[in-house]
C-alpha cells in the first residue's frame, strides 16, 4: 500500500480523498481509491502501484473521469459513476411505482368492464415490469456479486435479459399453446376460408417458436469468438429475450382479459344487447356456442326485467355464409322466438 500514488490532472476538478485496501475474497485483493469531486468538469486521473512479483515493476492504470451536477463522478473509461449504489434503490422504487400505478389502473379497467385493447397493454406492461423487478433490480445477490464491476451497462443488459428465466420456465406450455393457435387456424381456414385474420394465430405460433430457437441458440456467445460476431450474438439474444418476453407478458394478458371478460357481470340497465354470431349448422340451427350466446343475452334480458321491469331488444349480428343455409342472424332469431322472444324486440 506504501507504494500506491494516485494523481489527478485538475485537482480543482477532482481531488483524492483516501487511499484503501479492500479484501473482497481469497483470490482478489482492491485498491479502493475514494475521489471527491469539487467542481463540474473532467480531469484525468492515473493509480500506479509497485508490482508484487517486482520490485522494480509498477502497474499503472488511468481513467477519464467527469464530474456531473450534483456532484457525481462518472468514469468515461468503464462507464460507470460514483452513484450507482444510490441509483440502483431508485431505480427500484421508480419501478415500485410504476407497478403501483399500473396496478391501479388495470384494477379500475376491471371494475368499469373495460376489457378493450388499452386493458391488455396495461397488463402486459404490468407483467413485464414485475418480472424485471424480481428478476434483476430486487435481486441483491445480483449486485452484490459484481459490486465491483458493475456499470450503467450491466444494468441495461440485465434488464433487457429480465425476462430469460421467465421464457426458459414457460418454454414448454408457451410451445404447447403455439402449436394449439396453429392448429386452431388451421381448422378455422378449413371452416371459414382463408382470409388474413383467420390465420393471426398460426403468425402467433412461428413468432413464439422462432423467438426461443433464436434465444436458446444465441446464448452460447463468448468473448473467444471474432468481436463482431461476438456483439452480433450477444445483441440478438438480448433484443430478441426482451421482446419475446414483452410479446408472452401481452399475450398471457389478453388471454386473461378474455377470461375476465367472460365472468364480468354488467349493470342491469341495458336497452339493447348485441349476439355476435358464429358458425351455424347444416340444419340452420345454432351450434352449441352459438347457442350459449343465446342462453346468456337471454338469461341476462330476464334478469334485468325482473330487476327493473325494463325490456331490452335483442340483436342477434352474423350473416351468411357459402355453406350455410340461412343467415347466423336469422338461426339466432328463430331459436330466440322458440324460447318466447317477441319478434317485435328482435333486431336482426
Not at 82 to 110: D, Q, R, Y
Request: hydrophobic share 45%; aromatic share 12%; with cysteine.
Amino acid at each position: 500500500m506504501n507504494t500506491v500514488k494516485v494523481t489527478c490532472s485538475d485537482e480543482s476538478v477532482i481531488r483524492v480523498n483516501s487511499i484503501n485496501q479492500q479484501k473482497t475474497s481469497s483470490l482478489m485483493n482492491v485498491i479502493d481509491v475514494l475521489f471527491e469531486s469539487v467542481n463540474e468538469g473532467s480531469c484525468k486521473v492515473s493509480v500506479s502501484y509497485q508490482d508484487s512479483e517486482s520490485e522494480n515493476s509498477y502497474s499503472v492504470r488511468e481513467a477519464n473521469l467527469c464530474v456531473l451536477p450534483f456532484g457525481f463522478i462518472y468514469d468515461l473509461s468503464y462507464d460507470s459513476f460514483t452513484s450507482i449504489n444510490s441509483v440502483i434503490p431508485l431505480g427500484e422504487l421508480i419501478l415500485l411505482l410504476l407497478i403501483v400505478v399500473n396496478s391501479i389502473s388495470f384494477a379500475e379497467k376491471m371494475k368499469r368492464g373495460d376489457f378493450s385493447y388499452s386493458m391488455v397493454i396495461v397488463g402486459g406492461v404490468l407483467l413485464f415490469m414485475i418480472l424485471t423487478f424480481i428478476t434483476t433490480l430486487a435481486d441483491p445477490w445480483f449486485w452484490h456479486i459484481y459490486e465491483y464491476d458493475i456499470n450503467t451497462k450491466y444494468i441495461l443488459i440485465e434488464i433487457f435479459q429480465s425476462g430469460f428465466a421467465f421464457i426458459s420456465i414457460t418454454t414448454v406450455p408457451v410451445t404447447m399453446l403455439a402449436v394449439a393457435l396453429g392448429i386452431s387456424n388451421v381448422w378455422l381456414v378449413i371452416k371459414e376460408g382463408f382470409r388474413p385474420q383467420n390465420i393471426l394465430g398460426i403468425i402467433t405460433g412461428i413468432i413464439i417458436i422462432g423467438g426461443i430457437l433464436i434465444i436458446h441458440m444465441s446464448n452460447y456467445y463468448n468473448s473467444e469468438s471474432s468481436d463482431i460476431m461476438y456483439y452480433f450474438t450477444m445483441m440478438t439474444h438480448i433484443v430478441t429475450t426482451f421482446l419475446l418476453c414483452y410479446f408472452e407478458c401481452m399475450l398471457i394478458s389478453t388471454m386473461f382479459c378474455a377470461v375476465a371478460s367472460t365472468k364480468y357481470k354488467p349493470e342491469y340497465n341495458m336497452d339493447y344487447i348485441i349476439i355476435l354470431g358464429c358458425a351455424i349448422r347444416k340444419d340452420g340451427t345454432p351450434t352449441p356456442i352459438l347457442r350459449g350466446r343465446i342462453q346468456r343475452a337471454f338469461d341476462f334480458e330476464r334478469k334485468q326485467y325482473e330487476k327493473t321491469g325494463r325490456h331490452a331488444k335483442f340483436v342477434p349480428s352474423g350473416g351468411q355464409g357459402s355453406n350455410e343455409v340461412i343467415s347466423e342472424a336469422e338461426s339466432m332469431k328463430r331459436c330466440l322466438m322458440e324460447m318466447g322472444v317477441p319478434e317485435a324486440d328482435i333486431l336482426k
